[in-house]
């Protein structure tokens, strides 16, 4: 009796979780969207949040409650929260997509607390800070910007540190570095911008010296050159400025 129960509950999880799966086929690759970036399907209507992600939200939430510590779970969970927060932004809704933004990052949190030496897990979290930074850069709410891109960059410094060899920890760093250095900007805080974009330069100048480098990498270099020159320029350093506009 109690076995066959078991049985029968096992099997209900199982059907679920493929389920799951049929729905979210991409959750993995939806955890590794550049922010800002439109999802691959858009709805037919642009009006609502593609269907299938409010369904999988509904079968994930239950069993995130019931199952605190299932990995699983909370890497599906914080990863369609997190592309819902992406979709709604990029519809000009701010407002919807601030508690997406949130609950992938508690999500995120919880799965690197689980595995505290997981390397795919500090990068899951290092995209979710990435991502609220970037909320909050368009809402002109910069000093909190600049708290979640940071700890963006301490993450991704530490993959860095302990994978060398991996050119993504690195591209992701330069992208946290140039975050930092565009919201200081913004902040007015130049000098702060000058040491991120300086810090950037030799983040991509190891990136375009690698035999995978690509035209789009050698182009973040330059840009991150550009930012240089001109910061130094506007803090009255020319000298140190032209090496970096050639």
């Known amino acids: 009796g109690d076995r066959d129960g078991t049985l029968v509950l096992a099997d209900a999880h199982d059907r679920r979780a493929r389920v799951i799966d049929e729905l979210v086929l991409d959750a993995e690759i939806a955890a590794r969207l550049e922010p800002n970036t439109v999802p691959d399907h858009l709805p037919p209507d642009p009006e609502d949040v593609p269907a299938e992600w409010r369904k999988a939200l509904g079968l994930l939430e239950p069993l995130a409650s019931k199952k605190g510590d299932d990995v699983d779970v909370l890497e599906r969970l914080a ?21 997406h933004h949130r609950a992938a990052l508690v ?9 505290p030496r997981d390397h795919a897990s500090k ?6 800070h990435n991502a ?11 000093e909190d910007a600049i708290r979640h891109h940071d700890a963006s960059r301490a993450l991704n410094e530490w993959l860095v540190r302990r994978d060398p060899k991996d050119s993504h920890w690195r ?7 140039e975050n930092l250095c565009d919201a200081c900007t913004r902040l007015g805080d ?9 810090q950037c330069v030799r983040v991509r100048e190891v990136l375009c010296a690698r035999r995978d480098s690509t035209a789009e990498r050698r182009s973040q270099l330059a840009d991150a050159h550009r930012d240089v020159a001109e910061l130094s320029m ?10 970096h506009y050639r």
């Open 171 to 177: 591209h992701c760093l330069g992208i946290d570095l």
């Open 234 to 243: 506007d803090l009255g350093e020319a000298d140190q400025a032209l090496p």
């Open 107 to 115: 999500c995120a949190e919880r799965v690197a607390r689980i595995r």
């Open 132 to 142: 609220l930074g970037h909320h909050y850069a368009e809402g002109d709410q910069i």
């Open 190 to 198: 130049r000098k702060r911008a000058l040491e991120h974009a300086k």
């Open 123 to 128: 990068g899951a979290l290092a995209l979710a």
């Open 79 to 99: 990863a369609i929260h997190g592309r819902t927060a992406i979709w709604l932004d990029d519809h000009a809704r701010r407002e919807e997509s601030f508690g």
